[in-house]
């Protein structure tokens, strides 16, 4: 397997320190973009090769680029955070660059390696590392590396061209004012995967599946959409972009990966920030109907949902057809602001890496 060198090309012209800052005041989330990106093309019988940090721009593509058609598309999520000695580390990249792998074999598409995948996030953040925000708040840079297939042509197959692509944004804190419960809608008839499908891929695909159970959701004044599973209906899976966490007292359970659920890296991470602090972290099944019960009848303490983005998002108010009903009041958990602050303070380093999970690049 090749790893390519990348050859360095800056921007002869990029944003200002004075357009910088003004962008980093109030990022948002994927709304500005840094100035370069990194680029891999992957070629059958060559390889991996041409690796190169560019201006950001755009990318030109044929009307019949295989990826336009057939969807063969991957994409991550991590972030890179300024630490308080003002160096920069990203957050779990290795584990990042491993699920890449898995959703590329599932695509039918190259697999990177994982030394390459960490060295073209860290060329990135190294050359546009002014605009990581400063030390202290929960803002970040946001990497987007993605992998789509380039190859020219209508035939059914997998592509003989990909092009890999990493992009990076500032992203703001996600709850500006303090954290926000977010309200639910269970779809009971729209599934998001299935077993054997691509459901534990972080491809496109399944995000396109999800955007119109979504809609429906923020037509019933939800602001997430919580899928179950496709065979029974019952089993409680994921949201359309989070992992779900259920607290009992001392006890904290998240759905089985089945195949049909994306195994999220805040997920695998909280389970083991969980167990440091003292908790009983573990996988089970959990059925719509015992959610309803057990937070009815006060066993079930709270509710969450983590990723990337967020971080850990609390559940307040949980509807489906025919009922309604409320977590923890309402309002955000003790259980989930203390795992949310503890994963947080890693990330800023402030709190001792244990267990080696960030990149630092100096």
């Not at 990909?162 to 500006?176: E, R, T």
């Not at 573990?282 to 059925?287: A, D, I, L, N, T």
Request: glycine fraction near 10%.
């Amino acid at each position: 397997m090749t790893t390519p060198t990348i050859e360095l090309k800056p921007s002869a012209s990029p944003l200002s320190d004075t357009e910088r800052e003004a962008v980093l005041a109030n990022p948002g989330f994927g709304r500005h973009f840094t100035d370069h990106m990194v680029t891999i093309k992957w070629t059958e019988g060559r390889g991996w090769h041409d690796g190169q940090l560019v201006p950001y721009a755009p990318i030109p593509l044929d009307p019949a680029t295989n990826v336009l058609h057939y969807a063969q598309e991957i994409f991550e999520g991590l972030k890179a955070y300024r630490q308080p000695d003002g160096s920069v580390a990203t957050f779990r990249p290795d584990k990042n660059a491993r699920r890449f792998q898995h959703s590329a074999h599932r695509l039918g598409m190259p697999e990177l390696p994982v030394e390459t995948f960490i060295e073209a996030c860290d060329v990135l953040v190294r050359q546009d590392q002014a605009w990581v925000p400063a030390h202290g708040g929960e803002e970040s840079l946001y990497l987007r590396p993605f992998m789509i297939g380039t190859e020219v042509g209508l035939g059914v197959k997998p592509s003989n061209e990909y092009l890999f692509v990493v992009i990076a944004c500032p992203a703001g804190a996600y709850f500006p004012g303090g954290v926000k419960p977010v309200s639910i809608w269970v779809s009971e008839d729209r599934v998001r995967a299935v077993p054997g499908g691509m459901g534990d891929a972080k491809t496109g695909g399944n995000y396109a599946a999800s955007l119109l159970a979504q809609a429906e959701a923020a037509a019933k004044g939800c602001d997430q959409v919580c899928y179950l599973d496709a065979v029974e209906h019952k089993w409680v899976e994921e949201l359309g972009g989070m992992n779900l966490c259920l607290v009992y007292g001392n006890k904290i359970v998240t759905p089985s990966l089945t195949g049909s659920i994306l195994e999220g890296v805040t997920r695998d991470s909280l389970l083991t920030v969980a167990r440091d602090l003292g908790y009983e972290a573990e996988e089970g099944r959990v059925s719509i109907d015992q959610w309803q019960a057990d937070s009815e009848n006060g066993t079930l303490t709270e509710v969450f949902a983590c990723g990337t983005a967020a971080v850990i998002t609390p559940v307040g108010t949980v509807k489906r057809a025919g009922a309604e009903w409320n977590q923890s009041n309402g309002e955000p958990g003790e259980v989930t602001l203390k795992l949310r602050e503890a994963l947080l303070d890693l990330q800023r380093g402030t709190r001792e890496d244990s267990h080696g999970w960030m990149h630092r690049l100096g």
